[in-house]
Protein backbone atom coordinates (compact mmCIF):
# COMPACT_ATOMS: atom_id res chain seq x y z
CA UNK A 1 0.00 0.00 0.00
CA UNK A 2 1.29 3.38 -0.75
CA UNK A 3 0.66 6.69 0.70
CA UNK A 4 0.43 9.60 -0.91
CA UNK A 5 3.57 12.52 -0.19
CA UNK A 6 1.11 14.59 1.51
CA UNK A 7 -0.02 11.92 4.15
CA UNK A 8 3.97 11.09 4.19
CA UNK A 9 4.91 14.66 4.64
CA UNK A 10 2.43 14.89 7.55
CA UNK A 11 3.54 11.91 9.25
CA UNK A 12 7.14 13.40 9.00
CA UNK A 13 6.36 16.62 10.63
CA UNK A 14 4.32 14.71 13.39
CA UNK A 15 7.14 12.70 14.34
CA UNK A 16 9.58 15.23 14.49
CA UNK A 17 6.90 17.84 16.43
CA UNK A 18 6.62 14.52 18.70
CA UNK A 19 10.37 14.16 18.92
CA UNK A 20 11.20 17.63 19.85
CA UNK A 21 8.38 17.18 22.91
CA UNK A 22 10.21 14.57 24.18
CA UNK A 23 14.04 16.05 23.92
CA UNK A 24 12.07 19.18 25.69
CA UNK A 25 10.40 17.43 28.63
CA UNK A 26 13.16 14.91 29.06
CA UNK A 27 15.70 18.23 29.11
CA UNK A 28 13.51 19.51 31.75
CA UNK A 29 13.45 16.84 33.78
CA UNK A 30 16.98 16.18 33.54
CA UNK A 31 18.32 19.70 34.37
CA UNK A 32 15.51 19.41 37.44
CA UNK A 33 17.19 16.30 38.50
CA UNK A 34 20.96 18.18 38.35
CA UNK A 35 19.16 20.29 40.84
CA UNK A 36 17.96 17.73 43.09
CA UNK A 37 21.68 16.67 42.98
CA UNK A 38 23.17 20.05 43.59
CA UNK A 39 20.90 20.76 46.81
CA UNK A 40 22.57 17.22 48.19
CA UNK A 41 25.88 18.58 47.38
CA UNK A 42 25.56 21.78 48.56
CA UNK A 43 23.65 20.39 51.67
CA UNK A 44 20.57 22.71 51.98
CA UNK A 45 18.92 19.65 54.09
CA UNK A 46 20.68 18.83 57.44
CA UNK A 47 20.07 15.37 57.65
CA UNK A 48 23.04 13.14 56.70
CA UNK A 49 22.31 11.59 53.15
CA UNK A 50 21.67 15.38 52.12
CA UNK A 51 25.17 16.63 53.34
CA UNK A 52 28.50 16.23 51.04
CA UNK A 53 30.65 15.83 53.77
CA UNK A 54 28.34 13.36 56.01
CA UNK A 55 27.81 11.00 52.30
CA UNK A 56 29.69 7.84 52.22
CA UNK A 57 32.26 7.89 49.87
CA UNK A 58 30.24 6.14 46.64
CA UNK A 59 27.46 8.49 47.40
CA UNK A 60 29.92 11.40 46.50
CA UNK A 61 31.77 10.33 43.57
CA UNK A 62 27.93 9.53 42.11
CA UNK A 63 26.01 12.84 43.33
CA UNK A 64 29.14 15.04 41.82
CA UNK A 65 29.45 13.36 38.69
CA UNK A 66 25.63 13.36 38.23
CA UNK A 67 25.30 16.72 39.26
CA UNK A 68 27.26 18.02 36.50
CA UNK A 69 26.40 15.40 33.59
CA UNK A 70 22.59 16.20 34.13
CA UNK A 71 22.51 19.89 33.60
CA UNK A 72 24.51 19.48 30.74
CA UNK A 73 22.39 16.42 29.45
CA UNK A 74 19.11 18.49 30.31
CA UNK A 75 20.90 21.63 27.98
CA UNK A 76 21.57 19.24 25.27
CA UNK A 77 18.49 17.60 25.13
CA UNK A 78 16.94 21.24 25.25
CA UNK A 79 18.61 22.64 21.92
CA UNK A 80 18.29 19.24 20.48
CA UNK A 81 21.81 19.32 20.35
CA UNK A 82 22.93 15.15 19.23
CA UNK A 83 25.26 15.23 22.15
CA UNK A 84 22.47 15.63 24.64
CA UNK A 85 20.86 12.29 23.80
CA UNK A 86 24.46 11.10 24.25
CA UNK A 87 24.98 12.60 27.67
CA UNK A 88 21.42 11.25 28.66
CA UNK A 89 22.53 7.81 28.12
CA UNK A 90 25.63 8.36 29.62
CA UNK A 91 23.60 9.77 32.98
CA UNK A 92 21.15 6.54 32.69
CA UNK A 93 24.02 3.98 32.43
CA UNK A 94 25.58 5.90 35.16
CA UNK A 95 22.45 5.98 37.46
CA UNK A 96 21.43 1.98 36.28
CA UNK A 97 25.42 1.17 37.35
CA UNK A 98 24.09 2.40 40.32
CA UNK A 99 20.51 1.07 41.77
CA UNK A 100 20.81 -2.18 39.55
CA UNK A 101 23.96 -3.97 40.69
CA UNK A 102 25.06 -2.16 43.90
CA UNK A 103 21.60 -1.96 45.16
CA UNK A 104 23.00 -2.12 48.70
CA UNK A 105 24.82 0.83 48.55
CA UNK A 106 22.71 3.27 46.45
CA UNK A 107 19.25 1.76 47.51
CA UNK A 108 17.12 -0.02 44.39
CA UNK A 109 15.81 1.07 41.17
CA UNK A 110 13.34 4.39 41.29
CA UNK A 111 11.64 6.45 39.00
CA UNK A 112 14.11 8.64 37.77
CA UNK A 113 15.51 4.66 36.66
CA UNK A 114 12.35 4.30 34.86
CA UNK A 115 12.02 7.78 33.75
CA UNK A 116 15.32 7.12 31.83
CA UNK A 117 14.07 3.68 30.11
CA UNK A 118 11.10 4.97 28.63
CA UNK A 119 12.54 8.27 27.35
CA UNK A 120 15.63 6.25 25.82
CA UNK A 121 12.70 3.69 24.36
CA UNK A 122 10.63 6.44 23.10
CA UNK A 123 13.33 8.22 21.69
CA UNK A 124 14.56 5.47 20.01
CA UNK A 125 11.72 4.42 18.51
CA UNK A 126 10.85 7.66 17.08
CA UNK A 127 13.71 8.01 16.12
CA UNK A 128 13.43 4.67 13.67
CA UNK A 129 10.16 5.97 12.70
CA UNK A 130 11.76 8.77 11.38
CA UNK A 131 14.35 7.24 9.23
CA UNK A 132 12.26 4.82 7.85
CA UNK A 133 9.92 7.24 6.95
CA UNK A 134 13.12 9.33 5.05
CA UNK A 135 13.65 6.23 3.64
CA UNK A 136 10.48 5.70 1.86
CA UNK A 137 10.50 8.89 0.52
CA UNK A 138 13.68 8.72 -1.27
CA UNK A 139 12.37 5.61 -2.91
Known amino acids: MTTSPATNERTERIVRWAILLLLRAAGLALFGLGLFYWIMLVGVFPESGWRFDLMPLE??????ALAVLCPVAGVGLWLTASWGSVVWLLVAALEGAMHVP???QFGGPGPELAFHCAGLLALGLLRIVEWHLGRTRRR
Not at 59 to 64: D, F, I, L
Request: proline share 0%.
Open 102 to 104: LQR
Open 59 to 64: WRVAAA
